[in-house]
Protein backbone atom coordinates (compact mmCIF):
# COMPACT_ATOMS: atom_id res chain seq x y z
CA UNK A 1 0.00 0.00 0.00
CA UNK A 2 0.91 3.85 -0.42
CA UNK A 3 0.79 4.47 2.94
CA UNK A 4 3.73 1.71 3.52
CA UNK A 5 6.14 3.29 1.07
CA UNK A 6 7.46 6.05 3.53
CA UNK A 7 8.89 5.14 6.66
CA UNK A 8 9.08 8.35 9.20
CA UNK A 9 12.21 9.09 10.98
CA UNK A 10 10.90 11.98 13.34
CA UNK A 11 11.13 15.72 13.45
CA UNK A 12 8.69 18.11 12.71
CA UNK A 13 7.55 21.27 10.34
CA UNK A 14 6.63 20.52 6.96
CA UNK A 15 7.83 17.04 4.85
CA UNK A 16 11.14 16.51 3.72
CA UNK A 17 11.20 12.82 1.88
CA UNK A 18 14.53 11.23 1.09
CA UNK A 19 15.24 9.49 -2.21
CA UNK A 20 18.11 7.39 -2.90
CA UNK A 21 20.32 6.35 -5.04
CA UNK A 22 20.79 2.77 -7.13
CA UNK A 23 22.01 0.12 -5.35
CA UNK A 24 20.79 2.36 -2.21
CA UNK A 25 17.97 2.35 0.19
CA UNK A 26 16.01 4.64 2.80
CA UNK A 27 18.59 3.75 5.60
CA UNK A 28 21.37 4.38 4.35
CA UNK A 29 20.52 8.49 5.54
CA UNK A 30 20.99 7.73 8.70
CA UNK A 31 24.16 10.30 9.42
CA UNK A 32 21.68 13.05 7.84
CA UNK A 33 18.97 12.33 10.17
CA UNK A 34 19.80 14.15 13.07
CA UNK A 35 20.19 17.42 11.34
CA UNK A 36 17.63 16.86 8.82
CA UNK A 37 15.18 16.01 11.11
CA UNK A 38 15.66 19.54 12.61
CA UNK A 39 14.34 21.07 9.34
CA UNK A 40 11.15 19.20 9.37
CA UNK A 41 9.28 15.74 9.26
CA UNK A 42 11.75 13.42 7.42
CA UNK A 43 10.63 10.41 5.43
CA UNK A 44 12.77 8.32 4.35
CA UNK A 45 11.64 5.77 0.81
CA UNK A 46 12.61 2.62 -0.22
CA UNK A 47 12.48 2.93 -4.19
CA UNK A 48 11.06 -0.47 -6.43
CA UNK A 49 13.52 -3.07 -6.77
CA UNK A 50 15.19 -1.97 -3.87
CA UNK A 51 13.29 -3.25 -1.09
CA UNK A 52 14.82 -6.84 -1.09
CA UNK A 53 15.53 -9.65 -2.78
CA UNK A 54 12.33 -11.41 -2.16
CA UNK A 55 10.56 -8.40 -3.16
CA UNK A 56 9.79 -8.02 -7.20
CA UNK A 57 7.39 -5.83 -9.48
CA UNK A 58 5.48 -7.11 -12.08
CA UNK A 59 6.00 -3.59 -14.30
CA UNK A 60 9.10 -3.77 -16.72
CA UNK A 61 11.88 -1.45 -15.46
CA UNK A 62 11.40 2.18 -16.69
CA UNK A 63 11.59 5.57 -15.23
CA UNK A 64 7.95 6.34 -15.47
CA UNK A 65 7.56 3.20 -13.28
CA UNK A 66 9.69 4.78 -10.72
CA UNK A 67 8.39 8.20 -10.97
CA UNK A 68 4.48 6.69 -10.56
CA UNK A 69 5.57 5.07 -7.46
CA UNK A 70 7.27 8.07 -5.55
CA UNK A 71 4.22 10.33 -6.58
CA UNK A 72 2.27 7.30 -4.40
CA UNK A 73 4.21 7.34 -1.64
CA UNK A 74 4.58 11.40 -1.46
CA UNK A 75 0.86 11.66 -2.29
CA UNK A 76 -0.07 10.30 1.27
CA UNK A 77 1.61 13.13 3.05
CA UNK A 78 -1.24 15.07 1.48
CA UNK A 79 1.13 18.22 1.76
CA UNK A 80 3.83 19.85 -1.13
CA UNK A 81 7.24 17.84 0.24
CA UNK A 82 10.79 19.14 -0.33
CA UNK A 83 12.66 16.01 -2.59
CA UNK A 84 16.12 15.68 -1.36
CA UNK A 85 17.53 13.32 -3.67
CA UNK A 86 20.71 11.34 -4.79
CA UNK A 87 21.70 10.44 -8.59
CA UNK A 88 19.01 7.76 -9.23
CA UNK A 89 16.78 9.27 -6.70
CA UNK A 90 17.83 12.93 -7.61
CA UNK A 91 16.48 12.45 -11.67
CA UNK A 92 13.10 10.32 -10.10
CA UNK A 93 12.52 13.76 -8.48
CA UNK A 94 12.67 16.08 -10.40
CA UNK A 95 10.81 14.13 -12.82
CA UNK A 96 7.72 14.19 -10.44
CA UNK A 97 8.26 17.99 -9.42
CA UNK A 98 7.82 18.35 -13.20
CA UNK A 99 4.90 15.91 -13.75
CA UNK A 100 3.02 16.52 -10.25
CA UNK A 101 4.17 19.84 -9.43
CA UNK A 102 1.69 19.67 -6.75
CA UNK A 103 3.14 17.47 -4.94
CA UNK A 104 7.07 19.13 -4.59
CA UNK A 105 7.95 22.77 -3.02
CA UNK A 106 11.09 22.05 -3.43
CA UNK A 107 14.39 19.79 -5.16
CA UNK A 108 17.67 18.81 -3.18
CA UNK A 109 19.22 17.56 -6.32
CA UNK A 110 23.00 15.80 -5.45
CA UNK A 111 25.05 14.60 -8.54
CA UNK A 112 22.88 13.84 -11.12
CA UNK A 113 22.56 14.81 -14.39
CA UNK A 114 19.80 15.03 -17.21
CA UNK A 115 21.92 13.52 -20.36
CA UNK A 116 23.96 9.80 -20.18
CA UNK A 117 23.17 8.68 -23.72
CA UNK A 118 26.06 6.92 -25.62
CA UNK A 119 27.51 5.77 -22.08
CA UNK A 120 26.91 2.49 -21.52
CA UNK A 121 27.15 0.11 -18.18
CA UNK A 122 29.54 -2.45 -19.74
CA UNK A 123 32.44 -1.41 -17.97
CA UNK A 124 31.19 -2.42 -14.37
CA UNK A 125 28.62 -5.23 -15.59
CA UNK A 126 31.25 -7.89 -14.83
CA UNK A 127 31.80 -6.45 -11.78
CA UNK A 128 28.39 -6.34 -10.47
CA UNK A 129 27.51 -9.42 -11.81
CA UNK A 130 30.51 -10.95 -9.84
CA UNK A 131 29.15 -9.64 -6.27
CA UNK A 132 28.08 -12.15 -3.89
CA UNK A 133 24.19 -12.72 -3.04
CA UNK A 134 25.83 -12.04 0.64
CA UNK A 135 28.79 -10.72 2.25
CA UNK A 136 30.22 -12.72 5.48
CA UNK A 137 31.29 -9.92 7.03
CA UNK A 138 31.56 -5.90 7.68
CA UNK A 139 34.98 -6.04 6.74
CA UNK A 140 34.55 -7.85 3.47
CA UNK A 141 31.98 -5.13 2.03
CA UNK A 142 34.69 -2.58 3.18
CA UNK A 143 37.22 -4.73 0.92
CA UNK A 144 34.87 -4.37 -1.84
CA UNK A 145 33.56 -1.17 -1.74
CA UNK A 146 35.67 1.12 0.53
CA UNK A 147 35.77 3.08 3.65
CA UNK A 148 32.93 5.26 2.76
CA UNK A 149 30.66 3.30 0.51
CA UNK A 150 30.81 0.21 2.38
CA UNK A 151 29.63 2.13 5.03
CA UNK A 152 26.62 3.08 2.94
CA UNK A 153 26.38 -0.82 1.77
CA UNK A 154 26.21 -1.83 5.08
CA UNK A 155 23.31 0.13 5.99
CA UNK A 156 21.46 -0.72 3.02
CA UNK A 157 22.34 -4.34 2.52
CA UNK A 158 19.68 -7.00 4.70
CA UNK A 159 21.02 -8.02 7.39
CA UNK A 160 20.79 -11.57 7.82
CA UNK A 161 22.07 -14.40 11.10
CA UNK A 162 25.21 -14.88 8.25
CA UNK A 163 26.28 -11.25 6.74
CA UNK A 164 24.81 -8.80 4.69
CA UNK A 165 22.53 -9.96 1.49
CA UNK A 166 21.63 -7.54 -1.37
CA UNK A 167 18.55 -6.00 -1.23
CA UNK A 168 17.84 -6.12 -4.81
CA UNK A 169 18.92 -7.85 -8.14
CA UNK A 170 22.43 -6.76 -10.02
CA UNK A 171 20.47 -7.78 -13.26
CA UNK A 172 17.86 -5.67 -12.00
CA UNK A 173 20.07 -2.50 -11.20
CA UNK A 174 21.91 -2.64 -14.67
CA UNK A 175 18.94 -2.56 -16.47
CA UNK A 176 17.95 0.85 -14.47
CA UNK A 177 21.06 2.14 -15.01
CA UNK A 178 21.45 1.13 -18.91
CA UNK A 179 17.82 3.16 -19.31
CA UNK A 180 19.70 5.82 -18.32
CA UNK A 181 21.73 5.10 -21.33
CA UNK A 182 19.29 5.63 -24.01
CA UNK A 183 17.20 9.18 -23.44
CA UNK A 184 17.48 12.30 -22.11
CA UNK A 185 15.52 13.93 -19.34
CA UNK A 186 16.25 17.56 -20.12
CA UNK A 187 12.85 18.07 -20.97
CA UNK A 188 11.41 16.86 -17.58
CA UNK A 189 14.15 19.37 -16.17
CA UNK A 190 12.55 22.50 -17.85
CA UNK A 191 9.53 21.86 -16.83
CA UNK A 192 10.22 21.74 -13.07
CA UNK A 193 9.49 25.43 -11.17
CA UNK A 194 10.20 24.21 -7.79
CA UNK A 195 13.40 25.95 -6.44
CA UNK A 196 16.46 23.60 -6.67
CA UNK A 197 19.53 23.18 -5.05
CA UNK A 198 21.67 21.47 -7.71
CA UNK A 199 25.31 19.54 -6.07
CA UNK A 200 27.30 18.34 -7.88
CA UNK A 201 30.51 16.39 -7.11
CA UNK A 202 34.29 17.03 -7.63
CA UNK A 203 34.27 13.07 -8.52
CA UNK A 204 31.00 13.25 -10.23
CA UNK A 205 29.55 10.38 -12.57
CA UNK A 206 27.59 13.28 -14.49
CA UNK A 207 28.89 14.40 -17.66
CA UNK A 208 30.64 17.54 -17.50
CA UNK A 209 29.10 20.72 -17.35
CA UNK A 210 25.45 19.28 -17.84
CA UNK A 211 24.47 20.44 -13.81
CA UNK A 212 25.64 23.70 -14.22
CA UNK A 213 23.06 23.65 -17.61
CA UNK A 214 20.45 22.96 -15.46
CA UNK A 215 20.93 25.50 -12.75
CA UNK A 216 21.22 28.29 -15.86
CA UNK A 217 17.99 26.79 -17.37
CA UNK A 218 16.10 27.24 -13.87
CA UNK A 219 16.27 30.50 -12.69
CA UNK A 220 14.91 29.07 -9.35
CA UNK A 221 18.01 26.85 -8.94
CA UNK A 222 21.03 27.06 -7.19
CA UNK A 223 24.45 25.51 -7.86
CA UNK A 224 27.21 24.09 -6.05
CA UNK A 225 29.96 22.61 -6.93
CA UNK A 226 32.07 20.27 -3.82
CA UNK A 227 35.78 19.48 -5.71
CA UNK A 228 36.61 17.41 -2.59
CA UNK A 229 33.25 14.98 -2.96
CA UNK A 230 32.68 11.77 -4.83
CA UNK A 231 30.04 10.51 -5.87
CA UNK A 232 28.19 10.06 -2.16
CA UNK A 233 28.81 14.05 -1.31
CA UNK A 234 26.40 13.65 1.57
CA UNK A 235 28.75 11.02 3.10
CA UNK A 236 32.16 12.33 1.82
CA UNK A 237 31.42 16.36 2.37
CA UNK A 238 29.23 16.37 4.85
CA UNK A 239 29.68 19.50 7.03
CA UNK A 240 29.45 21.22 3.22
CA UNK A 241 26.59 18.76 2.24
CA UNK A 242 25.01 20.09 5.36
CA UNK A 243 25.19 24.17 5.32
CA UNK A 244 24.27 24.01 1.53
CA UNK A 245 20.89 22.10 2.10
CA UNK A 246 20.31 23.94 5.62
CA UNK A 247 20.84 27.43 3.67
CA UNK A 248 18.85 26.69 1.02
CA UNK A 249 15.63 25.22 2.72
CA UNK A 250 16.17 28.40 5.05
CA UNK A 251 15.56 30.40 2.26
CA UNK A 252 12.42 29.26 0.67
CA UNK A 253 9.32 31.32 1.57
CA UNK A 254 7.26 30.04 4.33
CA UNK A 255 4.59 28.13 3.67
CA UNK A 256 0.59 29.54 4.24
Known amino acids: MPSELLTCRGGQGEPLVLVHGLMGRGTTW ?4 PWLTGLGVVYTYDALWHRGRGVDDPNPVGTERFVDDLADAVSTLEAPVTLV ?7 HSWCLAAERPELVSALVLEDMAPDFRGRTTGPWEPWLH ?3 VEFGSAERVFEEFGAVAGRYFLEAFDRTATGWRLHGHTARWI ?4 EWGTRHY ?3 WRAVRAPAL ?7 VTPPGQMREMAEINPAATYLHVPQAGHLIHDEAP ?3 RDAVESFLAKLPARD
Request: avoid cysteine.
Open 30 to 33: SRQL
Open 85 to 91: GHSMGAL
Open 130 to 132: ALP
Open 175 to 178: EIAA
Open 186 to 188: WEQ
Open 198 to 204: LIEAGNS
Open 239 to 241: QVY
